[in-house]
């Protein structure tokens, strides 16, 4: 069985910082592309950020300049550094990874989701 898992997420004032972290784990041979997406109120999910494994990476228009992606790929661990947090990034986010198992299949993942609120 391969799996995500999150941590990080949590309540941070206006201005502040939050660092989330998704873990892939399980029969895994190579993890490609890993990504956060999130989900707010209302909204459609929407691409927060994502990196595949030469290190590339793509940012939403709404979060550039303000967080930052990076993995450890010995870790098999992505992490996403948010920084000047606004009360419009309140949402669910959602880790995303595609994997090729150990039996050379690949797969579509989903973390069960952490919850950000950006609040005074």
């Known amino acids: 069985q391969v799996q995500l898992v999150e941590s990080g997420g949590g309540l941070v004032q206006p201005g502040g910082s939050l660092r989330l972290s998704c873990a892939a784990s399980?029969?895994?041979?190579?993890?490609?592309?890993m990504g956060w997406y999130r989900e707010a109120a209302g909204k459609e999910r929407e691409l927060v950020a994502s990196t595949d494994s030469t290190g590339a990476t793509k940012f939403g228009s709404s979060v550039k300049g303000r967080f930052t992606i990076s993995r450890d790929n010995a870790k098999n661990t992505l992490y996403l550094q948010m920084n000047s947090l606004k009360p419009e990034d309140t949402a669910v986010y959602v880790c995303?990874?595609?994997?090729?198992?150990?039996?050379?299949?690949?797969?579509?993942?989903w973390g069960q989701g952490t919850l950000v609120t950006v609040s005074s």
């Open positions: 399980g029969s895994i041979f190579r993890v490609r592309t």
């Open positions: 995303n990874a595609d994997v090729i198992s150990t039996s050379n299949r690949l797969l579509e993942l």
